[in-house]
Nanobody, 121 residues
Framework: QVQLVESGGGLVQAGGSLRLSCAAS????????MAWYRQAPGKQREEVAN???????NYVDSVKGRFTISSDNAKNTVYLHMNSLKPEDTAVYYC???????????????WGQGTQVTVSS
């Protein structure tokens, strides 16, 4: 149905920046919502940021002022701009999407394979 592919992760020193990308492909009419999650070793998966159809953004407190979620609707792609990275940001980052498949209102929800972000001291 729909495939989500995350990219842009890597190794960066504390204080550095990265931009993650999530590209959605498939029979998509509209992406209603996209979100970024992360999971660090030994910890639960948490939502980092989300972007709704109305361009409303939400962030977990720990990343406010440092991370920015945005989208390029023509490319069905969402981005996560990460600035002032800290070692505690180290995790696998996943993209989730709620997608409208047809005019009758059928939707798809899922996530990608993830991209590793490692922040060194």
């Amino acid at each position: 149905q729909v495939q989500l592919v995350e990219s842009g992760g890597g190794l960066v020193q504390a204080g550095g920046s990265l931009r993650l990308s999530c590209a959605a492909s498939g029979s998509i009419i509209r992406i209603n919502e996209m979100a970024w999650y992360r999971q660090a070793p030994g910890k639960q998966r948490e939502e980092v940021a989300n972007l709704t159809r109305g361009s409303t953004t939400n962030y977990v407190d720990s990343v406010k002022g440092r991370f920015t979620i945005s989208s390029d609707n023509a490319k069905n792609t969402v981005y996560l701009h990460m600035n002032s990275l800290k070692p505690e940001d180290t995790a696998v980052y996943y993209c989730d999407a709620l997608v409208l498949l047809d005019p009758l209102g059928s939707t798809w929800y899922g996530w990608g394979q993830g991209t590793q972000v490692t922040v060194s001291s």
